[in-house]
C-alpha cells in the first residue's frame, strides 16, 4: 500500500530563522512520483515540486530546497530563511506510475507558522 | 498559463439537497480528478476519471456521489443527497499525463446545513 507521513503537525518559526518539513513515504512501485504543495490561508493548492524516483539530485528554487533519499523513502523540503509568507500548510504527496489512475496519495499535511 | 476552473467558488445547501460542482480541465489534459479536504484535514482522493470512465474510486465516493463530463470540456460531481458531513472543500484537478504535474483548481467549498 501506499503511504505518506508527515510527523510534524505543526512549526512554529521566527522570521529568518531555517526550518524543515519532513516527508516519509511508503511504496513498492519502483518508479513513482513526489510533490509538494503549499496551501494558504486562502485555501488553495499551490504545486511547489515534483520529483521522480529515479531523480535523486537535490533541488535549489530560491530559498527553497527539498532532499531526496531514495534509501530512508524521505523527501524533505527546507525553507531558508523564513518569511511571514511561508505560513501555510505543506502537503507531501505521492504518484505512482501504474494503471490508469495515478492519484495522489497525501500527507496529514504539516502547518507551518512563520512569526515576525 | 491554463488554469482548471471551478465554479461556483461556496456553495450552501440544506441537507438533502443535491448539489453540482463544476469544474472545466484544461482542455488538452487527459486525467480528471476529484478530492476532498474536511475543514483542517489532509486532502483526500474520491474519484479519478480517465477515457470517459471512471479509472478508481475511493471508498468515500458511494452511491451517493457520480462524475460526468458530459460536453467535452466540464466535469462536475454530483452529489445526490447532502449530509451535514459532506461540508467540506472540493477539489478538481487535471494531468495531461497523470504523473508529470496536476494543475488544481481553486476549490469549492461546499457547506451543508
Known sequence: ?116 | EPEVTQTPSHQVTQMGQEVILRCVPISNHLYFYWYRQILGQKVEFLVSFYNNEISEKSEIFDDQFSVERPDGSNFTLKIRSTKLEDSAMYFCASSESGVYGYTFGSGTRLTVV
Open chain 1, 1 to 116: 500500500a501506499q503511504k505518506v507521513t508527515q510527523a510534524q503537525t505543526e512549526i512554529s518559526v521566527v522570521e529568518k530563522e531555517d526550518v524543515t518539513l519532513d516527508c516519509v513515504y511508503e511504496t513498492r512501485d519502483t518508479t513513482y512520483y513526489l510533490f509538494w504543495y503549499k496551501q494558504p490561508p486562502s485555501g488553495e493548492l499551490v504545486f511547489l515540486i515534483r520529483r521522480n524516483s529515479f531523480d535523486e539530485q537535490n533541488e535549489i528554487s530560491g530559498r527553497y530546497s527539498w532532499n531526496f533519499q531514495k534509501s530512508t523513502s524521505s523527501f524533505n523540503f527546507t525553507i531558508t530563511a523564513s518569511q511571514v509568507v511561508d505560513s501555510a500548510v505543506y502537503f507531501c504527496a505521492l504518484s505512482s506510475n501504474a494503471g490508469n489512475n495515478r492519484k495522489l496519495i497525501w500527507g496529514l499535511g504539516t502547518s507551518l507558522a512563520v512569526n515576525p
